[in-house]
Nanobody, 128 residues
Framework: QVLLVESGGGLGQAGGSRRLSCVASNHTARITAMAWFRQDPEKEHTFVAAIDWTTGATYYTDFVKGRFTISRDIAKNEMYLQMNRLKLDDTAVYHC?????????????????????WGQGTQVTVFS
C-alpha cells in the first residue's frame, strides 16, 4: 500500500493562500490517481481535487474551481494543492489519497471509495 504524508496546513487569512504537499512512498510506480479530500466535523470525506498520475489531467469540485490548483511532481512522488483566495468555509482537515486502479470515468476520480491509501491529514484553518 502506498504511504502518504501531508504537510503545509496551518492558519490562513481569508483571501490569502496556502500550499499543501503530499509525499508518497512505497509502491509509487503503481499509482494511477491521487486526490485531495477534506473532512468536515461530521467526518465525511468531501472531494476537493484529483489528478491523473500519468496524464496530469485534473478534476475539481465546483467550490474550489478557479481558486485551488492541484499538481504533481512524478520524479519526487509529490502532489500539491495550491489554495488561493481562501474562504472561511475552506477550514477543514485535508487528506491526500492515492490509488492504483485504472480510471475510466471522471466520477471515479471524485469518489472517496475509489482510493485505497490515505494520509493522516493536515488541518487548514481560515480566519477573517
Amino acid at each position: 500500500q502506498v504511504l502518504l504524508v501531508e504537510s503545509g496546513g496551518g492558519l490562513g487569512q481569508a483571501g490569502g493562500s496556502r500550499r499543501l504537499s503530499c509525499v508518497a512512498s512505497n509502491h509509487t510506480a503503481r499509482i494511477t490517481a491521487m486526490a485531495w479530500f477534506r473532512q468536515d466535523p461530521e467526518k465525511e470525506h468531501t472531494f476537493v481535487a484529483a489528478i491523473d498520475w500519468t496524464t496530469g489531467a485534473t478534476y475539481y469540485t465546483d467550490f474550489v474551481k478557479g481558486r485551488f490548483t492541484i499538481s504533481r511532481d512524478i520524479a519526487k512522488n509529490e502532489m500539491y494543492l495550491q489554495m488561493n483566495r481562501l474562504k472561511l468555509d475552506d477550514t477543514a482537515v485535508y487528506h491526500c489519497a492515492a490509488d492504483s486502479r485504472p480510471r475510466y470515468y471522471t466520477s471515479t476520480y471524485k469518489n472517496a471509495n475509489m482510493y485505497s491509501s490515505w494520509g493522516q491529514g493536515t488541518q487548514v484553518t481560515v480566519f477573517s
